[in-house]
């Protein structure tokens, strides 16, 4: 596609319940960053995968956060057991090497945890 | 402990006057800039960058200066149009990855026609 593509724009789940955020990268990038949005903050870096692999998990919070990119073009960020405090926006971007200027963010996914 | 800082939260200025956006950090092995602009429910956008080998760089109407001793960098929009409105985010880069984005809290700017 023409941009970065996050799917669903706006999910609303309830306390405790598994949510899966999908993000389609640019076609032909081989880099891909998830980062997290705060109300009142900027974004924050969760994690970076170069192809399949995650290459820097470092930024996810805890064990309930994990992100797959299996064919190396879709990825999925899985939350498990939400909480109020993982409501946030959630954007992910892409670039078509690591590094540079070349980072396209998608427009997120506003997640809220009621 | 935030390194990238936007300390002013907004700023309101008059159509076809300069906007200046400032932003401090504080780790001394950030050695790439950028500054992002957000429309509301839209992706941040990259607008402009500088290496820190490098005290200005200017792309039409943005300019940005980098005063490294100050650990300090500035965006400027010359002149300012409605169309400008919108959050300004300011990122670094630290020379051990290449990829990982520091972001400051950002700056909403307001152009009043």
């Known amino acids: 596609g023409a941009g970065v593509s996050q799917t669903p724009s706006n999910k609303v789940t309830e306390k405790g319940k598994y949510v899966e955020l999908r993000c389609d990268p640019i076609s032909g990038h081989t880099a891909l960053y998830w980062y997290r949005q705060s109300l009142g903050q900027g974004p924050e870096f969760l994690i970076y995968f170069q192809g399949t692999g995650a290459a820097d998990d470092s930024g996810l919070p805890n064990d309930r956060f994990f992100a797959v990119r299996p064919e190396g073009s879709v990825s999925t960020l899985k939350i498990q057991r939400t909480e109020r405090g993982d409501s946030a926006v959630y954007l992910c971007?892409?670039?078509?090497?690591?590094?540079?200027?070349?980072?396209?963010f998608g427009s997120g996914t506003r997640l809220t945890v009621v | 402990d935030q390194q990238v800082k936007q300390n002013s939260p907004s700023l309101s200025v008059q159509e076809g006057r300069i906007s200046i956006l400032n932003c401090d950090y504080t780790n001394s092995m950030f050695d790439y800039f950028l500054w992002y602009k957000k429309y509301p429910a839209e992706g941040p956008t990259f607008l402009i960058s500088?290496?820190?080998?490098?005290d200005k760089n200017e792309d039409g109407r943005f300019t940005v200066f980098l005063n490294k001793s100050a650990k300090h960098l500035s965006l400027h929009i010359v002149p300012s149009q409605p169309g400008d409105s919108a959050v300004y985010f300011c990122?670094?880069?630290?020379?051990?990855?290449?990829?990982?984005?520091?972001f400051g809290k950002g700056t909403l700017l307001t152009v009043n026609p």
């Open positions: 971007a892409s670039s078509p090497t690591t590094g540079g200027n070349g980072y396209t």
């Open positions: 500088i290496s820190s080998i490098k």
């Open positions: 990122a670094a880069r630290d020379g051990g990855s290449n990829y990982k984005l520091t």
